[in-house]
Each structure stands twice: as structure tokens, then as C-alpha cells.
């Protein structure tokens, strides 16, 4: 869950400047990650397909909404579109971690950045996210360490499952990933 965005656009600038107010709902935003595999870190890419959230669902603005926006994330609803992987990482890396979710909020954001503080194993930390807003679309990216959430033994329980399709490597950083689709109100 990583990487910096672009600036503001034009298409921001021409949609936001004169919208009276925006909207959202959960089926409105992703949730993805890529974790990586291999010596020469190759990326796997997945989402969770079942989080909900709480906060404010209307604004005049796209980052009034944002701030404060909370999510709560079940992590066995991991999804790779492999189903024979889906199983792997729940299995050996969701669930011996404690508690069966993954929360996270937005805790301040300012012009280019968003802090989201995460939970996860029992331990929270702030993770510093680039984000931009084209159009009516929030992306947000940032990197987690999962050993800064002590999860050294699922990392480690994680690269013995599948040491011979990681080749005896499995990276402790993992890109995310917020997108949210903001519509106009009626």
C-alpha cells in the first residue's frame, strides 16, 4: 500500500470549485495492497472485499468528507483473484494476527497528504499517505512495514508456506491503496 500522487489537476479545479455538495458510499471506495514476493520483489495485488465505514457521507467539499473517515476492514476478505492464494494468506498470515479486523482513519490531511492511522494486530501506527483528487476521485497511497505491526511471525509463517513460489523471499513492506468515487448531491 504506497507510492506519491500528482498534484491537483484541472479537472478538479473545473468539477469542485462549483459542486455545492459531495456524497459517497461504501461501494464507492477500494481498499487494495501490494505485497511482494521473490529476491527481485515482484508485486502481488489484491483487495478486501468486505469493510465498512463511518463518518461523514456529505460536504461541500471532497476532503471535509475524507477527514475523519474511518474503515473498518475484515482481513480474511482478502482477495487476489486466486482463490488457492486468498487461502494461503488468510490462513497463514490474517489469522493467527489478534482481532479479526484491520481499522483505519483518516486523522488529518492537508493539501497533498493524509495520515491514517491503522490497526492492526493489536497495534496502531500512522502511516503518512500521498493522495490527489481528479475529478470527483480521492486516491490515496502510502507503505506499511507489517513488522511495525508485529507481525514478524505471519510474515514469517507467510514466506515458509509459499517459500518455493517466493523463492525464499517475502518483503515486509506492502503498497496501499484508498480510492474513493465521490458523487454530486441531488
Same mark, same amino acid.
Given at each position: 500500500?504506497?507510492?506519491?500522487?500528482?498534484?491537483?489537476? !484541472?479537472?478538479?479545479?473545473?468539477?469542485?470549485?462549483?459542486? $455545492?455538495?459531495?456524497?459517497?458510499?461504501?461501494?464507492?471506495?477500494?481498499?487494495?495492497?501490494?505485497? +511482494?514476493?521473490?529476491?527481485?520483489? %515482484?508485486? %502481488?495485488?489484491?483487495?478486501?472485499?468486505?469493510?465498512?465505514?463511518?463518518?461523514?457521507? /456529505?460536504?461541500?467539499?471532497?476532503?471535509?468528507?475524507?477527514?475523519?473517515?474511518?474503515?473498518?476492514?475484515?482481513?480474511?476478505?482478502?482477495?487476489?483473484?486466486?482463490?488457492?492464494?486468498?487461502? /494461503?494468506?488468510?490462513?497463514?498470515?490474517?489469522?493467527?494476527?489478534?482481532?479479526?479486523?484491520?481499522?483505519?482513519?483518516?486523522?488529518?490531511? $492537508? $493539501? /497533498?497528504?493524509?495520515?491514517?492511522? !491503522?490497526?492492526?494486530?493489536?497495534?496502531?501506527?500512522? %502511516?503518512?499517505?500521498?493522495?490527489?483528487?481528479?475529478?470527483?476521485?480521492?486516491?490515496?497511497?502510502? !507503505?506499511?512495514?507489517?513488522?511495525? +505491526?508485529?507481525?514478524?511471525?505471519?510474515?514469517?509463517?507467510?514466506?515458509?508456506?509459499?517459500?518455493?513460489?517466493?523463492?525464499?523471499?517475502?518483503?515486509? $513492506?506492502?503498497?496501499?491503496?484508498?480510492?474513493?468515487?465521490?458523487?454530486?448531491?441531488?
Amino acid at each position: 500500500m504506497k507510492k506519491a500522487f500528482l498534484a491537483l489537476g !484541472v479537472l478538479f479545479m473545473s468539477q469542485s470549485i462549483f459542486a $455545492d455538495c459531495f456524497q459517497i458510499n461504501e461501494k464507492d471506495l477500494s481498499v487494495k495492497w501490494t505485497a +511482494f514476493k521473490t529476491p527481485s520483489k %515482484v508485486g %502481488v495485488g489484491g483487495a478486501f472485499s468486505k469493510f465498512t465505514f463511518d463518518g461523514k457521507t /456529505k460536504s461541500t467539499s471532497i476532503k471535509d468528507i475524507a477527514y475523519g473517515l474511518g474503515l473498518k476492514i475484515d482481513h480474511q476478505s482478502v482477495d487476489t483473484s486466486n482463490q488457492a492464494r486468498d487461502a /494461503k494468506i488468510a490462513k497463514f498470515f490474517f489469522s493467527t494476527m489478534k482481532g479479526s479486523e484491520i481499522f483505519a482513519r483518516v486523522t488529518k490531511i $492537508d $493539501d /497533498k497528504n493524509i495520515t491514517l492511522k !491503522v490497526n492492526m494486530n493489536g497495534v496502531d501506527r500512522d %502511516v503518512p499517505m500521498n493522495y490527489t483528487i481528479l475529478g470527483n476521485e480521492l486516491k490515496a497511497n502510502g !507503505v506499511i512495514d507489517i513488522l511495525d +505491526f508485529s507481525a514478524s511471525k505471519q510474515l514469517s509463517a507467510i514466506n515458509k508456506a509459499c517459500l518455493a513460489l517466493h523463492e525464499g523471499k517475502t518483503w515486509s $513492506d506492502v503498497n496501499i491503496e484508498l480510492t474513493a468515487q465521490f458523487t454530486t448531491c441531488n
